[in-house]
């Protein structure tokens, strides 16, 4: 199976440089929406069966998006929904080395159990993520597109390569096409991280997760 990750386009929040978590406030901005198009084009003509994203209405919108273009129905998994950072959710990145310096330095760390409080740890995150796709994975199609969030997909795609999350982190560009397959006996082998190439006609979108 090829799996084909995709990140949600560019939102407001994105924009702003504030925290969204599993907030739902963040809408996609019209760039995010030109993101999601031009990925769509990417994918097109590729014998891709089946799509599955987040609930979230960022991730959902930009599956929306590439589903039309591909003439797919879209496959919604709670699962899928990004880390829950707890009381970091809405807020401005610059503001928390004011507002919880402490907390965010322990999140730095990279400690895999910690968790922001009420919030999830990046273990939490990865397990629930891992098990989506293993899910994906028996669904018995040669090629998927899976529409998420950076943090979930990162986890994710780390614990089922078997790099310890406490590695230095990754952050994946809105609507960045990271592909991975495989091979029916559990193996899972990373073919292409992070490509924007298809985006350099819409520009770049902002930032503001936290990384994982």
């Known amino acids: 199976m090829i799996v084909y990750c995709v990140r949600h386009g560019e939102t407001n929040y994105n924009a702003q440089g504030r925290l969204q978590g599993q907030s739902d406030h963040s809408v996609l901005t019209p760039l995010g929406r030109l993101q999601a198009e031009a ?10 069966e089946a799509l599955f994203a987040s609930p979230l209405r960022r991730a959902q919108e930009t599956a929306e998006i590439i589903a039309a273009r591909l003439g797919l129905k879209v496959h919604l998994d709670p699962r899928l929904k990004e880390i829950h950072v707890g009381i970091f959710q809405d807020q401005l990145r610059t503001d928390l080395e004011r507002s919880h310096p402490e907390i965010l330095r322990e ?28 899910a994906i994975f028996r669904s018995g199609f040669e090629q998927v597109v899976v529409v998420a969030h950076g943090g979930v997909l990162v986890s994710t795609i780390k614990s089922l390569l078997n790099i ?41 979108g902002g930032s503001g997760d936290l990384v994982v």
Do not use: Y
């Open 39 to 48: 990925t769509a084009r990417a994918l097109l003509g590729k014998p891709i």
């Open 164 to 204: 310890p999350l406490q590695d230095p982190p990754l952050a994946l560009e809105n609507c960045s096409i990271t592909t991975l397959s495989h091979d029916g006996d559990g193996r899972v082998e990373l073919l292409a991280l992070n490509q924007t190439g298809h985006l350099a006609e819409v520009g770049h």
């Open 107 to 134: 999140w730095i760390s990279g400690r895999p159990d910690f968790a922001i409080p009420g919030g999830e740890s990046r273990m939490q995150l990865a397990q629930r993520g891992r098990a989506a796709f293993e």
